[in-house]
């Protein structure tokens, strides 16, 4: 293919191939659990059936030749000439890591050392034959001959009518439209086929770079209606094809493609078809499972997993009914909406300024047009949401691999995959979880032998769980494992003067100091594990999302790593204050409280280090006008207010002449139209029309902290 | 068939090249008086931007009152114009 293929298809297939990566990866995690699960296996097969078509159309050649031999080893394993045993998951799960290595060097030159590993994985897949179908298991072994036949589908493949029409550029992003028929046939027969010529020209008047044929045909694909969409994956949605289903789904309650619960039941042999039409009469009022159970036909446990099973399937169908839009576009029109509700609040203020009472059916109207931008505001910003589902399927992978490098049985269980939070959250959330995870099982796993001296189940246990609270997303990592040990991380800290010899301290204190720069050495804190490498760095990457993260341990019974993070990146929560004529604006998530300055609180230590007494706590002072370099304001302290704010461990109360109120502000980068400012993180326009600066509180404490530290020494 | 006057031939190569080049030799071909034959003997495998030529020559061809024939077709030319309905009107 020397075609040059358009910018367009070609990020179509990168973003899908990636995404289909990552599925492949979970799945084949799920397939070494489960290597008999066909739905699994046919997954699988289809992904690496669709990447290899994609990278054909858009000429990556070493992507095409994996993939290939890939789908070559997956079919051996749908026709039963192969076992999806350990041995061959690993090797696929090495191809899937050659896979991503080729995706994410698309352009760049190969390095030797990865085209030697790409070679070798080809090699093994293509030598790999050992390994027969697994037996069936035991029990459906003896009773062979009475095993329950697997029933036709109970509904025929769908048919639909296609009018394969393609724009006239086609050819020139690199399509051939007679591969995409090829391909097509792959799927289901193409029927009653015409190839509709009208429209090619004469040869004089042919212009040989334009396409103008077009194809009617029906097809009845093979693996339902999924498989037809896959065909057409790699195609822009520009291109006026038809698909029409030519029949109503039979049972319009149950998605198409989602197998009913006694399909299920049936196809895993957990039941017999009679037996399934037999609690069919009786199921009203009561769910087929619950009966069967009743019956003392099915376990409990064979039905959760059944359920599960279907509840996957549905999952998958309502996926594809989704489109891929670029995250630029989204932020464009993010910020756009941004504007508009800035600009309507400029005008009610304006209206309230300049037309008085008279115009209230003006503030009536604008009342409405406010409670609809909101709306669009909210439902823009959903848009950029996608489920942390996606993230948390990745460490399926790395856990099995860490888990195996340090000789642990970890399982690693998911919950809250529905979660919804900004997509740009979820991309860099990724290296802080891996981190934490990694840690877990390195450190805080202990090996079986002792897991069993202690009691505890022999395979250790990591859980992610996201959910909502107030207002933002909490991410919990959590571990049953040996637990932080609070001595040594004292003792550490204290040898390196990150604490004073005889300072009391709390435990979530101490555990904190894990994220302590200099703190995280690869170096062990004691015989039993230290936690800590590149903890810092955790932290900063969740502060940077602006969020929070915890730590609470429990000795012997494992950690928690809660992580707190904003809904999304685009707006937030803040406090209007004003410092002389100036507004700035505080983020609501570093403010504790806010105090009255007065003589009973306030003591001066060392000359000029003035510090506020808060709760049972000493902390710096903070003049805001001083630190923003505003001259001097703030000049008697009595007559100003303290917001006392935390931020990457620290805490301050930070003086400001006057709290103007609460407020969602929409941020605006100033580094893109101007420079870093520091102790600024970005601005906002007010619905006065000002422009507030919102305050960075995490750089402005950890400067007040490092210069305090300096006056001090 | 290469005896005959009027022949082009089918030949393997980069798509859109392809496509340009058949078109460049078949209007040639259609200048001639004769009826034209496309010798299908070397196809490994069509495309659509060949197909489409081909078939702009037959409806030129057609519109000149001459005839515009695939001979000695190779198996897979033979199945795709199969698949597309389209063997009968290239005489196959």
């Keep these: ?713 | 068939m290469s005896k005959a006057k009027n022949v082009v031939t089918l030949l393997e190569g980069e798509e859109l090249a392809r496509a340009e080049d058949l078109q460049r030799d078949l209007l040639k071909a259609l200048k001639k008086k004769s009826g034209i034959t496309v010798d299908g003997s070397g196809v490994l495998e069509l495309n659509g931007a060949v197909l489409q030529v081909l078939l702009a020559a037959k409806k030129s061809a057609l519109a000149k009152g001459r005839e515009l024939v695939i001979v000695d077709a190779s198996p897979e030319l033979k199945r795709t114009l199969s698949l597309l309905e389209l063997n009968g009107i290239f005489g196959l």
């Design chain 1, 1 to 713: 293919m020397t075609t040059p293929v358009s910018d367009d298809l070609f990020r179509v297939f990168m973003e899908e191939a990636n995404d289909f990566v990552a599925e492949m990866e979970a799945d084949l995690i799920g397939l070494e659990a489960d290597p008999c699960d066909s739905s699994l296996i046919d997954k699988i097969f289809r992904a690496a059936h669709t990447i290899k078509g994609g990278s054909g159309i858009v000429g990556l050649d070493d992507i095409s030749r994996l993939t290939h031999i890939m789908e070559d080893r997956l079919g051996s394993v749908r026709s039963g000439e192969l076992a999806a045993g350990s041995e061959l998951v690993s090797l696929l799960l090495r191809a899937v890591d050659e896979l991503r290595y080729l995706l994410d060097s698309v352009g760049q030159p190969p390095e030797e050392s990865r085209l030697r590993s790409l070679e070798d994985v080809t090699e093994a897949l293509k030598n790999f034959t050992s390994g027969p179908p697994p037996a069936p298991a035991m029990e459906v072994e003896v009773e062979a001959d009475e095993a329950p036949p697997v029933p036709e589908a109970p509904q025929g493949p769908r048919s639909f009518d296609v009018e394969l029409r393609l724009l006239p550029t086609v050819l020139q992003d690199g399509v051939d439209p007679l591969q995409l028929l090829t391909d097509l046939e792959s799927v289901g027969a193409l029927e009653g086929l015409v190839t509709d010529t009208s429209r090619v020209p004469s040869l004089e008047e042919l212009d040989p770079a334009l396409f103008h044929i077009g194809w009617y045909f029906q097809i009845s694909p093979e693996e339902g209606s999924s498989s037809l969409e896959e065909a057409f994956m790699f195609l822009s949605e520009e291109h006026p094809i038809r698909i029409e289903p030519l029949d109503a789904p039979e049972l319009p309650s149950v998605d198409e493609g989602t197998r009913l619960l006694g399909e299920i039941l049936v196809d895993e042999g957990m039941v017999g078809p009679e037996e399934v039409e037999e609690a069919l009469t009786k199921q009203k009022p009561k769910p087929l499972g619950e009966i069967l159970i009743d019956d003392g036909k099915l376990s409990g446990e064979e039905l959760s997993v059944a359920l599960d099973k279907q509840s996957k399937e549905r999952k998958g169908q309502q996926k594809a009914a989704s489109v891929r839009v670029e995250a630029s576009k989204l932020d464009k029109l993010l910020n756009l909406v941004g504007e508009v509700v800035i600009n309507h609040t400029r005008i009610v203020q304006l209206s309230r300024d300049q037309l008085g009472a008279e115009s209230h059916e003006i503030l009536n109207a604008l009342g409405d047009l406010d409670r609809i931008t909101r709306q669009l505001q909210d439902n823009v910003m959903k848009v950029r949401m996608v489920p942390i589902g996606t993230l948390f399927h990745r460490f399926h992978r790395v856990v099995r691999d860490l888990a195996q490098t340090c000789g642990r049985q970890v399982k690693l269980s998911i919950s809250g995959e529905e979660t919804e939070l900004d997509k740009t959250m979820v991309e860099v959330l990724g290296d802080p979880l891996t981190h934490m995870i990694r840690n877990s099982i390195d450190h805080g796993m202990e090996p079986e032998e002792e897991r069993r001296t202690a009691g505890k189940e022999p395979v250790g246990s990591i859980s992610l769980e996201a959910y909502y609270r107030e207002g933002a997303v909490v991410v919990d990592v959590r571990d049953d494992g040996r637990g932080l040990d609070r001595e040594a991380i004292l003792q550490k800290a204290r040898q390196k003067g990150l604490v004073g010899q005889s300072d009391p301290i709390s435990d979530e204190q101490v555990f904190a100091l894990i994220f302590e720069p200099g703190f995280s050495t690869a170096e062990q804190v004691t015989g039993v594990s230290g936690r800590g490498v590149g903890m810092d760095v955790v932290r900063k990457n969740i502060e940077d999302l602006r969020g929070s993260v915890e730590i609470q341990s429990w000795p012997g019974k494992g950690t928690l790593f809660r992580i707190q993070l904003p809904l999304t990146l685009a707006i937030i929560e803040g406090m209007v204050v004003r410092l002389g004529s100036e507004k700035f604006i505080i983020p609501l998530l570093t403010i504790i409280e806010s105090v009255r300055l007065s003589s009973a609180n306030l003591s001066t230590i060392g000359g000029d280090g003035e510090v506020l007494r808060w709760r049972e706590e000493i902390l710096p002072l903070v003049r805001l006008a001083e630190v923003l370099k505003m001259g001097s304001t703030n000049g008697d302290v009595l007559e100003a207010i303290c917001i006392v704010v935390e931020g990457d461990g620290k805490r301050a109360g930070f003086v400001v002449d006057e709290i103007e109120g609460q407020q969602q502000v929409v941020i605006k980068s100033i580094d893109t139209h101007y420079r870093k400012v520091e102790g600024v993180t970005g601005a906002t326009m007010l619905g006065s029309g000002e422009v507030a600066l919102i305050l960075d509180v995490p750089g402005i404490l950890k400067q007040v902290v490092s210069r305090s530290r300096d006056s001090r020494a």
